[in-house]
């Protein structure tokens, strides 16, 4: 046994997120590891928010959000389908 609890055969959106070099590890460890990892990371991409934030003025407090505007209408239709 180890100490970390995966199925046997993930499904293929799983697979296909965990594959992205930089993004996968993450997520795979906010998915599957500690409960405390979700806090971290969400406290890392408001950090990295903020640093844009700092070093692009305005537009980098407004084009993460414009870009999060697909994403939260896939959302939206996920949520209304049930």
Do not use: H, K
Request: hydrophobic share 60%; glycine share 8%.
């Amino acid at each position: 046994m180890t100490a970390l609890e995966m199925p046997r055969r993930l499904p293929f959106w799983q697979r296909l997120v965990f594959a992205v070099p930089l993004f996968g590890w993450m997520a795979r460890d906010v998915a599957y590891g500690d409960p405390d990892n979700l806090w971290y990371a969400l406290i890392a991409v408001v950090s990295m928010w903020g640093c844009s934030l700092l070093l692009f003025g305005l537009p980098g407090l407004y084009l993460p959000a414009l870009a999060m505007v697909p994403v939260m209408f896939l959302l939206l239709i996920l949520i209304s389908r049930g």
